[in-house]
């Protein structure tokens, strides 16, 4: 039975002898969790994880473009769209796109995430042409002069294409090549970055099956993600070109989202940079009492800071000033000697 192993991160100044980096980062392990399907997990040292395992988790990732790992990173969310589930149809004209977009780099934003498609639970598929339309005005117009480095949120390699031709850095891919297959050739003949998130179903009917789709959300999340990156390689993606993304909210349930993000780490031994998603989400305001989707800033930096302390490097928010600041508050203790 096939055993997967889970880094348990610190971040403590007390670090022991023996520890290693994991991913190259600001966290060390020295104690890994094995997981099986049907068992129960033990935990090992360090030492007695296979080696080749154990290099992976060490390694640093590749670059995402031109922003390094060595520190974590805040994607900013734009989303040109009449209907996505926060900020639909605030931001549908390209001069107030750019605005906005400009605001959350000054803000503290590394890069702005486009999307020009909703992909809200029961949002609708969105014509190719509006997608382009909506999306690579506003890329051409941030990335000119190298104003801004933009990643595209698409799932279809046509506005993909456009989006590149625009000047966008990275794909940002929601269904993990699920939905357009083309969309890794796209990738791999550019050689930009290429995230691949975990969903099930489309956006319309991802929800529904929410409930009986897992035997195992941690590991079957993790087994999805693994074969969307093989999917991408044989396509020529290179393996550190890619991103990975547990897709939280995508297809889960409040208690498999949070099973995820308790145990995000494993990701790391997918030798990926890992991605969060989880900015204002309908389970944050679910635990916290918050009905008002722009008004969860606080809770969405909550779990952006558990998420740091278990390596993972980016973070997708629509709230950057508060992000920066509890990240800016959060790294000067950890770097503390």
């Not at 991913?23 to 104690?31: C, L």
């Not at 060595?70 to 969310?77: A, K, N, S, V, Y």
């Not at 079957?220 to 993304?245: F, H, W």
């Not at 900015?279 to 989707?293: T, V």
């Amino acid at each position: 039975m096939r055993q997967y192993f889970r880094p348990i991160p610190s971040c403590d100044p007390a670090r022991p002898s023996g520890a290693r980096p994991l991913a190259g980062g600001w966290t060390w392990v020295d104690r890994v969790e094995v997981l099986q399907r049907g068992r129960e997990a033990q935990i090992v040292p360090l030492a007695e994880v296979p080696d080749d395992i154990a290099a992976t988790m060490s390694a640093r990732p590749q670059a995402l473009g031109p922003l390094t790992l060595d520190r974590p990173r805040l994607m900013g969310i734009l989303n040109t769209t009449p209907d996505s589930f926060s900020d639909g149809n605030r931001f549908l004209e390209t001069n107030t796109a750019v605005a906005h977009a400009q605001a959350l780099l000054n803000e503290g934003a590394d890069l702005i995430d486009i999307g020009g498609e909703s992909t809200r639970p029961g949002a609708m598929e969105v014509d190719v042409d509006e997608e382009i339309a909506r999306t690579a005005p506003v890329i051409t117009a941030l990335t000119e002069g190298n104003r801004a480095f933009v990643s595209l949120d698409t799932r279809k390699a046509v506005v993909a294409e456009a989006g590149l031709a625009a000047g966008a850095g990275a794909i940002n891919d929601v269904s993990g090549l699920r939905f357009d297959p083309r969309l890794a050739e796209v990738a791999a003949a550019s050689g930009i970055p290429l995230i691949l998130m975990h969903s099930i179903g489309t956006p319309e009917t991802m929800q529904g099956a929410a409930d009986t789709a897992y035997s195992d959300v941690l590991l079957d999340v993790y087994d999805g993600l693994e074969a969307a990156i093989e999917t991408a390689v044989q396509a020529g993606v290179a393996r550190n070109r890619i991103i990975v993304d547990p897709g939280i909210g995508f297809g889960k349930t409040e208690a498999q989202n949070l099973a995820l993000i308790s145990r995000v780490s494993l990701f790391h031994t997918l030798g990926c940079a890992i991605l969060l998603g989880v900015s204002r989400k309908g389970f944050i305001g679910r635990i916290s009492g918050e009905a008002q989707a722009d008004q969860r800033g606080p809770g969405s930096a909550a779990i952006g800071l558990w998420a740091l302390a278990q390596g993972v490097q980016i973070l997708r928010v629509h709230d950057i000033k508060t992000h920066k600041q509890a990240i800016d508050l959060w790294w000067a203790a950890n770097a503390a000697p």
